[in-house]
């Protein structure tokens, strides 16, 4: 098994070009002429303008109720994640590889999860889409239980 995880939108700004296609479409044929059987595409992370540490300061100084940190944060977000995760989703190859959507994993209606069950100290990314290590083992846990790992 092969996890390919970026932050995609700072790698190529038009997703749907056939160059950026062909691009990763070369990188799947040299994992499968590898000998690679699992190939998995996990998308991009919630990004949020100026980090989500910065995003939840200002959310702590000047939220209501005042000074809480939110679980879930629907300001702030920069769109440009949630457009490649869209671009991504559909142009993939199901039956060649999987897509894992962080968007849809750590946002909902309400916004995107901020940090860790085990507290609001436990961010679940610490600049402008690198996970940490809280927020990484969120997503290899849900990877495992959707088989996604062997």
């Known amino acids: 098994t092969v996890i390919l995880f970026a932050v995609w939108a700072y790698y190529e700004k038009d ?19 590898a000998g690679v059987a699992n190939i998995v595409v996990v998308g991009q992370a919630p990004a949020w303008k100026g980090g989500l540490p910065a ?15 939110p679980d879930r944060l629907a300001t702030g977000l920069d769109p440009a994640a949630a457009a490649v995760d869209r671009t991504l989703r559909g142009d993939l190859d199901a039956g060649r590889v999987r897509y894992f959507s962080l968007i849809d994993f750590f946002c909902n209606a309400e916004g995107c999860l901020t940090h860790a069950p085990e507290g609001p100290t436990r961010l679940v990314t610490f600049d402008y889409g690198h996970l940490t290590t809280d927020g990484a083992t969120l997503v290899a846990r849900e990877l495992a239980a959707e088989h996604a790992l062997p």
Do not use: C, N, R, V
Request: a negative charge; proline letters at 3%.
């Open 15 to 33: 997703w749907a070009s056939d160059g950026a296609k062909s691009a990763l479409s070369a990188t799947f044929d040299a994992l499968e002429k």
């Open 55 to 69: 995003q939840m300061y200002d959310a702590w100084t000047h939220g209501h109720p005042f000074h809480t940190l």
